[in-house]
C-alpha cells in the first residue's frame, strides 16, 4: 500500500504513525511546496508540488497519483480540503481512495459562522457568533456579549488573523486592520464575498480537543477526549487523555450527523457555569491528534486496514485515561 500525504508541512509525526503500522515494501509519499518541509524528511518518498491554489496543483498531484501507485491520500491542511473534496471522483477514476470528507461536510467546518449554526441545530451550544460589526456592536449595546471578544477570519486556518479585543476602540481598529489583512494573505482566495471575520465572545474555562472518528463511510466507530493544558502558536502543546461521558456523547453526536471521512479535531470549552461549547471543527488530523495516538489511539492502522477494506476491532481506537504528554522541538536533517 503507498498513501501520499498532500501539504505534509510539519506533520512529522502524523507520517511516522501511518509508517509504524504499514508492511514492509509500503511506501508513503508526501508532497508540499517546499522540499525543506519538515515532514517530507520523513517520506519514502518527498515531491514540490505548486501551491494548492494554482491551475495545476490537481492535475499535477493526480500525476504523482499515476506515478507512484497511490491508494489512499490524506491531506493535511485545511486550505486543500474545499479543494480535494470537489475533485475526489478524478482521483477515485484512478484509484485512489482519498480520505477528505464531502464538499458539504467541508463546507460547514471551513466557514466558521456555519459551524456556530450547526452547532445549535444539534441543540448544542456555540459561542455568540457576528459577522457584521453592526450586529456585534447592537449584542454590546443590548448586553447580549460583553468584552473580552474573539476576532478571527470566517475562513480561516490555524491562528492565522485571531485577535482578542479588549474595548470598543480597539474593535474599529482590528476590524479594519483584519480587514485588509486577510486580502493580503492567502485567505483571501478562501473567503466569500465581504463578510468574512468572524466576532464571538470570548470564553474562558478549561479546554479539550476532541479525535472524533469515523470510518471512510462515515460512521462514528469512536471518539477520543483529552484535557488541554498548554497551547502554543495555536496548536496543543500539552494535554492528558480523560474519561467524560458528556463530552465523549458530544463527540459521538457530531460524527452521526455530520458523517465526515476519517478525523475530525474538535475544539470544545467548558464555560463557567460547568455547560460545554464547541468553538471548531476541523474534518482532518490535528495538532492533537498525537495525544490520542500516543495514549493508544491507533487511527491511523484503522485507516489502512479500511482502505484495504478489511474491518477491525475498535479497542484499537480507545485511548487509555489519564496519559499526560507534551510537544518539544527538535530538528530534521534536510536533504
Not at 501520499?4 to 509508517?19: E, N, S, V
Not at 482519498?98 to 449554526?117: E, R
Not at 498525537?290 to 484499537?316: C, D, H, M, Q, R
Request: with cysteine; charged share 25%; aromatic share 8%.
Amino acid at each position: 500500500m503507498n498513501i501520499l500525504f498532500t501539504c505534509a508541512g510539519r506533520r512529522t509525526y502524523l507520517l511516522k504513525y501511518f509508517k509504524e503500522n504499514l508492511e514492509e515494501g509500503d511506501k508513503v509519499i508526501a508532497t508540499d511546496m517546499q522540499l525543506s518541509a519538515p515532514a517530507l524528511q520523513a517520506a519514502d518518498v518527498k515531491l514540490q508540488v505548486p501551491a494548492v491554489y494554482d491551475s495545476e496543483y490537481i492535475n499535477i498531484t493526480l500525476s504523482i497519483c499515476k506515478e507512484q501507485k497511490v491508494d489512499a491520500l490524506i491531506s493535511l491542511n485545511d486550505l486543500e480540503l474545499p479543494i480535494l473534496a470537489e475533485c475526489k471522483s478524478r482521483f477515485e477514476e484512478v484509484g485512489v481512495q482519498v480520505i477528505v470528507s464531502d464538499p458539504a461536510v467541508i463546507d460547514i467546518a471551513f466557514d466558521k459562522y456555519k459551524t456556530a449554526q450547526w452547532v445549535e441545530s444539534l441543540g448544542l451550544n456555540a459561542p455568540k457568533t457576528y459577522i457584521r460589526l453592526a450586529d456585534a456592536k447592537k449584542a454590546l449595546s443590548l448586553g447580549e456579549i460583553e468584552f473580552p471578544l474573539f476576532m478571527k477570519p470566517r475562513w480561516g486556518s490555524g491562528s492565522i488573523g485571531l485577535e482578542s479585543i479588549s474595548d470598543m476602540e480597539e474593535l474599529d481598529i482590528y476590524y479594519n486592520l483584519l480587514y485588509k489583512k486577510i486580502k493580503k494573505t492567502i485567505l483571501a482566495t478562501a473567503s466569500i464575498g465581504d463578510e468574512y471575520i468572524l466576532i464571538q465572545e470570548k470564553l474562558t474555562g478549561k479546554e479539550f480537543g476532541l479525535d472524533v472518528m469515523n470510518d471512510l463511510q462515515g460512521n462514528n466507530v469512536a471518539v477520543s477526549v483529552k484535557q488541554k493544558l498548554g497551547m502554543r502558536a495555536g496548536e496543543t502543546d500539552k494535554a492528558i487523555t480523560c474519561d467524560l461521558p458528556i463530552v465523549r456523547e458530544m463527540g459521538k453526536k457530531i460524527g452521526e450527523n455530520l458523517k465526515h471521512i476519517g478525523n475530525l479535531d474538535v475544539d470544545i470549552m467548558q464555560r463557567a457555569n460547568g455547560d460545554y461549547c464547541v468553538l471548531e471543527l476541523n474534518p482532518r488530523f490535528g495538532g492533537g491528534f498525537p495525544f490520542s495516538y500516543e495514549a493508544g489511539v491507533n487511527l491511523p492502522k484503522a485507516i489502512i486496514e479500511w482502505v484495504k477494506g478489511n474491518k477491525i476491532n475498535t479497542s484499537i481506537l480507545q485511548p487509555q485515561y489519564g496519559r499526560t504528554f507534551a510537544k518539544n522541538d527538535y530538528l530534521v536533517e534536510v536533504k
